[in-house]
C-alpha cells in the first residue's frame, strides 16, 4: 500500500535553533517528492520538487534530503525564524501506467518561539 | 501573493444544495489542480487538468465534478452537499505536468472555505 510517513507530529523548537523534519515513505513507483509549507488557513507553499536522482536541494534555509534506496527523505531548517512555524508536508508523486497518483503525508506542525 | 485567485473566499450554504468554486490560474500556466482540505482528513488531492483536458484523478466523489475552460479558467462543482463537505477548497497551478522541473511547481491558491450547515 502507497504510503508516507512523516515524523515527528509536532515539534518546539527556539528561534535560532535547527532542526530536522523526516519522511518515510512506501510509494511505487516513484516518480518525484515534494516538500510544502503551509500556514494556517493558507495555501501550501513549494518548497523543493526532488527526483530519483536529486540527493539534496536548496532553497535559502531549507534543505531536503532524499535517500532512494530507503525511501526517506528529510527537511533540514537552518537557523530558524519565528515565520518558519508552520505545517510541512511531504508528498510523494507516483507515476505509471496507472496513472497518477498524490500520496500525502499528515504533515509535521512546526512551532518556533522566541 | 501566488497569482492564483479563488473566489468566493467563503461559502456557506446548506445540506443538499449544489455550489460553484471558480479558480483562475497564473498567467502562462495550462494545468490546474483541486484539492480539498478538511481536519481530519488533511490535504487531499481531486482533480487535475492540463490545458482543458482532464488527466489525473484523486479522491473525488461522484458528487463532484470539474472543468478547465478555453481561458484555462476552472471550476469545481459540488452538489448535494454533505455536511461532511465542509472544508477548505484549495486550487494550484503549474506550467506543465508532473515532472521534477522548476516548470512543475505548484503554485496554490488562497482556498475558498465552505460550510455547510
Known amino acids: 500500500k502507497n504510503q508516507v510517513e512523516q515524523s515527528p507530529q509536532s515539534l518546539i523548537i527556539l528561534e535560532g535553533k535547527n532542526c530536522t523534519l523526516q519522511?518515510?515513505?512506501?510509494?511505487?513507483?516513484?516518480?518525484?517528492l515534494r516538500w510544502y509549507k503551509q500556514d494556517t488557513g493558507r495555501g501550501p507553499v513549494s518548497l523543493t520538487i526532488?527526483?530519483?536522482?536529486?540527493n539534496t536541494k536548496s532553497n535559502g534555509r531549507y534543505t531536503a534530503t532524499l535517500d532512494a534506496d530507503t525511501k526517506q527523505s528529510s527537511l533540514h531548517i537552518t537557523a530558524s525564524q519565528l515565520s518558519d512555524s508552520a505545517s510541512y508536508i511531504c508528498?510523494?508523486?507516483?507515476?505509471?501506467?496507472?496513472?497518477?497518483?498524490?500520496?500525502f503525508g499528515k504533515g509535521t506542525t512546526l512551532s518556533v518561539s522566541s | 501573493d501566488s497569482g492564483v485567485t479563488q473566489t468566493p473566499k467563503h461559502l456557506i450554504t446548506a445540506t443538499g444544495q449544489r455550489v460553484t468554486l471558480r479558480c483562475s490560474p497564473r498567467?502562462?500556466?495550462?494545468?490546474v489542480y483541486w484539492y480539498q482540505q478538511s481536519l481530519d482528513q488533511g490535504l487531499q488531492f481531486l482533480i487535475q487538468?492540463?490545458?482543458?483536458?482532464e488527466r489525473a484523478k484523486g479522491n473525488i466523489l461522484e458528487r463532484f465534478s470539474a472543468q478547465q475552460f478555453p481561458d484555462l479558467h476552472s471550476e469545481l462543482n459540488l452538489s448535494s452537499l454533505e455536511l461532511g463537505d465542509s472544508a477548505l477548497y484549495f486550487c494550484?497551478?503549474?506550467?506543465?505536468?508532473w515532472g521534477g522541473g522548476p516548470a512543475d511547481t505548484q503554485y496554490f491558491g488562497p482556498g475558498t472555505r465552505l460550510t455547510v450547515l
Open positions: 526532488m527526483t530519483f536522482s536529486e
Open positions: 487538468y492540463y490545458n482543458g483536458e
Open positions: 519522511c518515510n515513505y512506501t510509494v511505487s513507483p516513484f516518480s518525484n
Open positions: 494550484a497551478s503549474s506550467r506543465r505536468l
Open positions: 498567467s502562462g500556466d495550462l494545468s
Open positions: 508528498v510523494v508523486l507516483s507515476g505509471g501506467q496507472a496513472g497518477t497518483a498524490l500520496i
